[in-house]
């Protein structure tokens, strides 16, 4: 007999929105489930953003840092602002963090190359000491599991040195 252990975490990125998080939140907890919402830092300044982030942290969600903007990928910025949108982000979160310092940054579209992260970000990233968090499996907006079999690859978690 052949028995297969996957481990899955769930995650939603680019919110809290008042149009879809709450629905999300009534799902999770109609099923029990808890997950990860990388929120963007500019939205928690939003009026009833913030709110849906709080909800979140107390109904046992992780909330995660997913920039500041969510404009640019940030290994295409000048060091100085892709910082600032891991900083910035984090001081938002504030109480909320989770005590890992999760981050994800913006992909652009899944991209994981040089455009996703430079050299001296990775290390203010380390000095923060922020746990990166990407994707290994994307719905790509239509609720599908990919069927090329990424979806079978586990999501990487990595802590850097000193963190």
Known sequence: MIT???????SFDNGPTPD????VLDVLARRGIKSTFFVIGEKLERPGHRALAERAHAEGHWIGNHTWSHSLPLGLMQPH????????????IGALVHPHRLFRPYGQGGNLDHRLLSRPLV?????????????SAR?????????????????????YPGA
């Not at 879809?20 to 629905?23: E, F, L, M, R």
């Not at 290390?123 to 994707?135: C, F, K, P, S, Y």
Request: glycine letters at 6%; hydrophobic letters at 40%; charged letters at 25%.
């Open 81 to 92: 602002a892709a910082k600032a949108e891991f900083d910035r982000t984090q001081a938002a």
């Open 123 to 135: 290390e203010h990233l380390g000095e923060r000491q922020a746990t990166i968090v990407l994707w």
């Open 20 to 23: 879809v998080t709450p629905s």
């Open 139 to 159: 719905s790509r907006a239509t609720g599908r599991i990919p069927t090329d079999g990424s979806s079978a690859r586990s999501i990487r978690f990595r802590r």
């Open 4 to 10: 297969a252990v996957f481990d899955l975490t769930l």
